[in-house]
């Protein structure tokens, strides 16, 4: 069965930076693309980032534009999410998620806090 397995995430600084991992297992990886969500309390899931299946295509929310880069390794299984310059806003908990699937990790918590 589809398993998405998030870790990295944490507490940090305004202007710091986290680095996100999602393990991915029970599917073949290569062939699908992969994308990271976030809920922030009280607001409605969003899409961050997005990764095309070979990698060579990528997609970002404009509110992380610039500060976030998603990348891919095939041969590790993994899809992660480099997050610098975090601001306030990007508090959230962070899932790992099969781009236009209804597959979902459990999630990680950052929390971007002075």
């Known amino acids: 069965q589809v398993q998405l397995v998030e870790s990295g995430g944490g507490l940090v600084q305004p202007g710091g930076s986290l680095r996100l991992s999602c393990a991915a297992s029970?599917?073949?990886?290569?062939?699908?693309?992969m994308s990271w969500y976030r809920q922030a309390p009280g607001k409605e899931r969003e899409l961050v980032a997005a990764?095309?299946?070979?990698?060579?295509?990528?997609r970002y929310a404009d509110s992380v534009k610039g500060r976030f880069t998603i990348s891919r390794d095939d041969a590790k299984r993994t899809v992660s999410l480099q997050m610098n310059s975090l601001k306030l806003e990007d508090t959230a908990v962070y899932y790992c998620?099969?781009?236009?699937?209804?597959?979902w990790g459990k999630g990680t918590l950052v929390t971007v806090s002075s």
């Open positions: 998620n099969l781009y236009g699937m209804d597959y």
């Open positions: 990764i095309t299946s070979l990698g060579d295509g990528t």
């Open positions: 029970g599917f073949t990886f290569s062939g699908y693309a």
